[in-house]
């Protein structure tokens, strides 16, 4: 089945401690992004990547860190997570960055950083 | 101005009756136009895609897009309470390229059985 996989659904942390939130594609898609949902803000882009090894900022980056290692995983870190980063995230992707390409969303990742 | 603009609603409108969803954007350069609908609690899915000026059917779902108003709208006929959910308008290809989609914050509807 062709699917966007993200874990975990639900992640409960501490201010400061390192996270990551892994997201997989297995429809060899070359475009992957990284959003966060919150109440009256709607879907904000962090991150997205073209392809391997080719990443960059969307609307709010600050705090993230992504990285393309392989074609179909594209991990979100936080490295100190906030409060402020509590949040409903979602990884999508999609064949490519072209103008009638559709995004496929990930189930999402509910945070929450005390 | 938000890039992207949509009545945040609840929508509320009686089954089997049309609902008529709008979007305006502020980028004039867009050249693609989105709607996705989003389940509470679940992820947003793509249920219409318009790219030219007029009207895109598919079933009960009709996109209209009108670049120079830089207006987009959804309409869904003969409504359902199973189409009671959020509604996303997104954009693109605006001055940010096909790689930056913009959404809009997401109408609620409510079906009335």
């Known amino acids: 089945e062709a699917q966007v996989t993200q874990n975990p659904r639900y992640l409960i942390t501490v201010t400061g401690k390192k996270l990551t939130v892994t997201c997989s594609q297995n429809m060899n898609h070359e475009y992957m992004s990284w959003y966060r949902q919150d109440p009256g803000l709607g879907l904000r882009q962090i991150y997205y990547?073209?392809?391997?090894?080719?990443?960059d900022k969307g609307d709010v980056p600050e705090g993230y860190k992504v990285s393309r290692k392989e074609k179909r995983n594209f991990p979100l870190i936080l490295e100190s997570p906030s409060p402020n980063q509590t949040s409903l995230y979602f990884c999508a992707s999609s064949l490519g960055a072209g103008y009638t390409e559709k995004l496929f969303f990930g189930s999402g990742t509910q945070l929450s950083v005390l | 101005q938000k890039e992207v603009e949509q009545n945040s609603g609840p929508l509320s409108v009686p089954e089997g009756a049309i609902a008529s969803l709008n979007c305006t954007y502020s980028?004039?350069?867009?050249?693609?136009f989105f709607w996705y609908r989003q389940y509470s609690g679940k992820s947003p899915e793509l249920i219409m895609s318009?790219?030219?000026?007029g009207d895109k059917e598919d079933g009960r779902f009709t996109a209209q897009l009108n670049k120079a108003s830089q207006y987009v709208s959804l309409l869904i006929r003969d409504s359902q309470p199973s189409d009671s959910a959020t509604y996303l308008c997104a954009v693109n290809g605006g001055s940010g390229g096909y790689q930056k989609v913009t959404f809009g914050t997401g109408t609620k509807l409510q079906v009335i059985p």
């Open positions: 318009i790219y030219s000026n």
């Open positions: 990547s073209m392809n391997v090894e080719a990443t």
């Open positions: 980028d004039r350069g867009s050249q693609s």
